[in-house]
């Protein structure tokens, strides 16, 4: 009981540090996040072209780049990006995006973050601007692509599955609005999200939508083509621009990588099997350790990207104490036990990007912990409470143990009386002992008088005894 208070004091100090380390990701970071560089070219507005009387000197470009997942934490840093390049009095901020895309509404935060700045926004489509990445290249007042690059292909989905027709019409509609109000082809941003949406000379009916960098400048959806960023710079007549470049901060990788696909299975592994193995085994604390420590990995790396709230780490509190009630305090009852799992379920799958990730995480670490609980157990002295769980003793011949052996030869011709009925096995009393009986076959009737024919083994084998009337 003591090693229970132990593990519980050891999980509420781990999860207040590791949570409170994580609730600062949010706090300012200070200017050396960021980084100066100075170009060469030149222009002043946002419109493109060469008309020097356009041009302005030294304009403050804001460069942020969005690569790989669009998630919560994606959004969260170009927020913070928009949001310095605002208090820094930028000119412009320059988006570059390469992306397969991702979560449908961090994909829109980000869409209304751009649309509603009063910096204006040049999205550089450097790779691939797919799915939900196509909104956020068409919410840019200046869209360009680099050559070979290309955009579309939006279709909402769930899991493998297109997703049903109202967030195919809401999805569709976002790309169209997007796309007008920087006076683009509504229907031509429609189509990359809507397989139905059929243009003549542009998209068949039943196909979706994805555009090349050449074919985007052809139908107006893109502004033009540059390789690089000094390339638009040349392209927009902009002077000497001074580029600064906001980077992700150290806390922000950290809760990329500790929400990524990957690693997010390996940390609950670890935390299942770690407060498991604790429990079970006799040792030091190093699993225990390991599992707490793991778990506040999981919820911190998810309260920073904005996934999870306090109440899925409330909620997992409560399903760890549910569990340690169930083990230590009331063994047997089963239903507090069942509560404290489906609470940890809960509070994992609250706390994780989406249901499908936290259902893949939860499977792959449930039969990874399964394998490190059995070699733990395979190599390691388990506490007495596991034998409550498992009948771990063997009673073997060679140590002693043998079933106690009754002589019943000695009741052979002996008559006794069948207590219950013969069908053909039941019981019978032979000199007031109760003993198993088998007839012959036939069925005998309880209070008939029996005699023992035979024993065999352990089988008591007996004919009913019919009395013989007397001949007149």
């Known amino acids: 009981m003591k090693k229970v208070w132990s593990m519980l004091f050891l999980l509420c100090f781990v999860f207040t540090w590791v949570l409170g380390m994580a609730g600062m990701v949010f706090a300012d970071e200070p200017e ?49 990006g928009y949001e310095e ?15 397969y895309g991702g979560l449908v509404d961090a994909a829109m935060n980000i869409k209304n973050t751009i649309i509603s700045s009063s910096t204006p926004t040049i999205c550089f489509v450097e790779q691939k601007a797919i799915s939900a ?27 493998d599955q297109i997703a049903d027709e109202k967030v195919v019409s809401m999805w569709s509609k976002e790309l169209a609005g997007a796309a007008e109000y920087h006076h683009r082809n509504g229907e031509i941003a429609a189509a990359m999200a809507d397989s139905r949406i059929e243009i003549p000379g542009v998209v068949e009916k039943g196909k979706l939508l994805t555009l090349t960098a050449g074919e985007a400048v052809d139908l107006n959806m893109a ?8 390339a638009i710079f040349a392209k927009m007549n902009f002077s000497d621009p001074q580029v600064v470049s906001v980077e992700p901060t150290t806390k922000e990788k950290m809760a990329q990588f500790l929400t990524s696909p990957f690693v997010s299975p390996v940390l609950l592994t670890l935390g299942i099997a770690g407060i498991i193995i604790e429990l079970l085994t006799v040792g030091f604390g ?37 569990i340690f009630l169930e083990i230590f305090v009331v063994p047997g009852v089963g239903i507090t036990g069942l509560a404290g799992i489906l609470s940890i379920v809960a509070s994992i799958v609250f706390a994780s990007p989406s249901l499908e990730q936290a259902a893949i995480s939860l499977l792959v670490a449930l039969v ?8 733990s157990f395979k190599y390691s002295r388990t506490r007495s409470i596991w034998n409550r769980l498992i009948l771990s003793q063997k009673q073997k ?76």
Not at 85 to 99: G, P, R, S
Not at 287 to 310: D, E, K, R
Request: net charge negative.
């Open 85 to 99: 390049a605002k208090a820094n009095h930028a000119d412009y901020v320059l988006l570059k995006i390469d992306t």
């Open 368 to 375: 990874a912990s399964v394998i490190l609980i059995f070699l």
């Open 133 to 159: 990445g196509s909104l956020i290249a068409l919410s840019g007042n200046v869209l360009v692509m680099a050559p070979g690059t290309t955009m579309g292909a939006a279709e909402p989905r769930q899991g």
């Open 397 to 472: 011949n060679d140590e002693g143990y043998a079933a106690p052996r009754r002589e019943l030869s000695n009741l052979e011709g002996k008559n006794g009386v069948a207590i219950t009925p013969l069908r053909p096995a039941g019981a019978g009393l032979f000199d007031g002992e109760r003993i198993d009986v088998i007839s012959e076959g036939e069925f005998i009737p309880a209070g008939a008088m029996v005699r023992v024919m035979r024993v065999e083994s352990a089988r008591v084998i007996v004919r009913e005894i019919i009395p013989q009337t007397e001949e007149e």
């Open 286 to 322: 190093v699993f225990g350790t390991i599992g707490v420590f793991s778990f506040s990995l999981f919820f911190a790396g998810n309260l920073m990207s904005g996934y999870a709230g306090w109440g899925a780490v409330i909620l997992f509190l409560v399903g760890m104490v549910l």
């Open 223 to 230: 502004d033009f083509i540059a390789e690089d960023e000094a």
């Open 32 to 80: 050396s996040n960021y980084t100066v560089t100075v170009g060469s070219e030149a222009a002043v507005s946002i419109t493109v072209g060469n008309d020097a009387d356009q041009n302005k000197t030294n304009p403050v470009i804001y460069t942020i780049t969005l690569k790989g997942d669009i998630d919560r934490g994606a959004a969260n840093f170009i927020v913070r």
